[in-house]
C-alpha cells in the first residue's frame, strides 16, 4: 500500500515536469552553448542562469503543489472509499428503531439514523460525537474501541428531557473485510421501560409486604396481651377484638384489591367486546353508596342525558371504576358535603363521566402519582379511611384495557374532578 502510494506521488511529479518540457529544452539548449562558446569561469554563472531560467519556466509553485495535489487527491480518496462503505448500510440501518451512528477512527459522525435523530437531536457530518454525547464512560469506551478494535459495551444514562436508560454498543463495521478506511457502528438499546418496571416491581413488593406487615403485627401484639394480661379482663378482651376485626378487614381489602391488579394484568392486552348502558350502570353505583354517603353526611347528585349512552367495555370492571371514584370522592371531599356525576354525550365528541367533589383538593404536586401503587397524599388519612393505596391503581388498569383516559384535575380549597374520558 505505502509503495503504491509513493510511485503515484512520483509519477504525479514527473507528470508536472513533462508538461513543461519546451521551457526546459530551451533552458538546456541555452546551458550547453554556454559550456562550449564561453570560457571556463562563464560556464558555473551559465548554469546558474540555467537554472533560475528552469525554475522561472516551470513555476515555483509546481514543485510544491504536485505533493499537496497528492496529498488532496489521498483524503478525496479516502473520503469516497468512506462513502462507499456508508451507501452499502445506511439503507439497512436507516429504518432501525434503535439508534444508530457510524463513526470514523476519529469519533466523528458520518451517519445517523431516523431514531439517532428523534433521540439525540441532529449532528452535522463530520462533528464529534462528544459534541451531543458527554458522559466519560462513553467516550473512553468508544477511544478503546477505536483504538484496539475490540467490541465494548457499557451503560449511559440520559437526564433530560427525561430520564433514559440505554445499553451501548460500538463495534468495528463488518464492512473493514474491504479495503478502507476503519468505520465503526455505535448503537443504543432503550432499556428504561425495563428498568422502570423493575423498580416498580420492588417497589410493589415492599409496599405490599409493609402493607400487610402493620396488620399482622397488631394482631399478633392483641393476641398475646389477651393471652396474657387480658387473660380476664372481658372489656379490654371486647376492644381488642374490634380493633383485630378491623385489622383482619384491612387485610381482607388489601388481598382483594391485590388480586383484582393481577387478574387486570393478566387481560391488559384484551380489549372488552359487550355494550354497556351507562346510565343504568352509574344509577346502580349511586344506589350502592348511599348507605356510606349518609353516613357521612354526603349527598350524591347524578347528572345522565335521556336515553342510551353506551359505550364499549365490561359492566362489573366499569361498575368498580365509579364505585372507586364515587366513594374516594365521599370520603376524601366529605367537607364539601356534595359530590356531582356528570355523564357527558355530546354528538361528534367522546363519551365522559365526571366525578366531582367539593373537598380541600390535592395539591399539584401529589396529582401525577395519584395513580401509583400504595401512593398516598396523607398516610394517616388513607388508613383513617380504611383505604389500601390501590383504588386508582386499579382504575387506570381497568381503564387502559378499556382503552380510556382518567383525567384529574385538582384546586385546593376548591374541590377536585375525576373525569373518564372514552
Known amino acids: 500500500m505505502a509503495v503504491s502510494e509513493s510511485g503515484s506521488t512520483v509519477g504525479r511529479y514527473w507528470g508536472g515536469l513533462r508538461r513543461s ?43 510544491a503543489k504536485a505533493p499537496k495535489r497528492a496529498a488532496v487527491q489521498e483524503i478525496d480518496e479516502e473520503q469516497a472509499v468512506s462513502e462507499s462503505h456508508i451507501s452499502g448500510v445506511r439503507s439497512g440501518l436507516a429504518v432501525l428503531d434503535t439508534p444508530v451512528f457510524i463513526l470514523d477512527r476519529n469519533a466523528s459522525v458520518l451517519f445517523e439514523n431516523n431514531a439517532a435523530e428523534r433521540a439525540f437531536g441532529t449532528l452535522p457530518v463530520g462533528s464529534h ?56 457502528i455505535l448503537s443504543f438499546r432503550d432499556i428504561s421501560e425495563l428498568r422502570r418496571i423493575d423498580r416498580m416491581r420492588s417497589d410493589f413488593v415492599a409496599n405490599a409486604s409493609h402493607e400487610l406487615r402493620t396488620p399482622l403485627a397488631s394482631l399478633r401484639g392483641f393476641i398475646e396481651t389477651m393471652q396474657g394480661p387480658a387473660r380476664d379482663d372481658p372489656k379490654a378482651r371486647e376492644r381488642f377484638l374490634g380493633i383485630m376485626l378491623d385489622q383482619a378487614t384491612r387485610m381482607s381489602r388489601l388481598v382483594d384489591d391485590l388480586m383484582s391488579l393481577s387478574r387486570l394484568e393478566l387481560r391488559a392486552n384484551i380489549a372488552p367486546d359487550q355494550k354497556v348502558d351507562l346510565v343504568p350502570l352509574l344509577g346502580h353505583v349511586r344506589d350502592s353508596l348511599l348507605p356510606l354517603a349518609e353516613e357521612l353526611g354526603i349527598e350524591i347528585n347524578l347528572h345522565v342525558p335521556d336515553g342510551k349512552v353506551e359505550v364499549t367495555g365490561d359492566r362489573d370492571e366499569l361498575v368498580q371504576v365509579f364505585q372507586n371514584l364515587v366513594e374516594n370522592a365521599c370520603k376524601y371531599g366529605q367537607d364539601g358535603k356534595v359530590v356531582d356525576v356528570f355523564l357527558r354525550a355530546e354528538a361528534g365528541k367522546p363519551v365522559e363521566v365526571g366525578v366531582v367533589d367539593k373537598g380541600p383538593g390535592i395539591p399539584a404536586e401529589h396529582v401525577p402519582r395519584l395513580t401509583e401503587r400504595f401512593y398516598r397524599v396523607s398516610v394517616a388519612d388513607s388508613r383513617s379511611k380504611k383505604g389500601t393505596g390501590l383504588g386508582l391503581a386499579i382504575v387506570k388498569h ?20 375525576f373525569t373518564v374520558r372514552f
Open 129 to 184: 460525537i462528544s459534541g451531543r454525547l458527554r458522559s466519560p464512560g462513553l467516550l473512553d469506551v468508544i477511544r478503546e474501541t477505536i483504538a484496539t478494535g475490540q467490541p465494548n459495551q457499557v451503560e449511559h444514562s440520559e437526564r433530560l428531557p427525561s430520564e433514559r436508560v440505554f445499553v451501548v454498543s460500538i463495534a468495528l463495521a463488518a464492512a473493514q473485510e474491504q479495503a478502507g478506511p476503519p468505520l465503526y
Open 21 to 63: 518540457w519546451l521551457p526546459i529544452l530551451v533552458v538546456t539548449l541555452l546551458a550547453i552553448v554556454a559550456m562550449t562558446e564561453l570560457r571556463a569561469p562563464y560556464v558555473p554563472l551559465a548554469l546558474w542562469a540555467g537554472a533560475v531560467l528552469a525554475i522561472l519556466a516551470i513555476g515555483p509553485g509546481s514543485v
Open 398 to 417: 381497568i381503564l387502559t384495557r378499556h382503552r380510556a383516559r382518567l383525567i384529574i384535575r385538582s384546586e385546593l380549597e376548591v374541590g377536585t374532578d
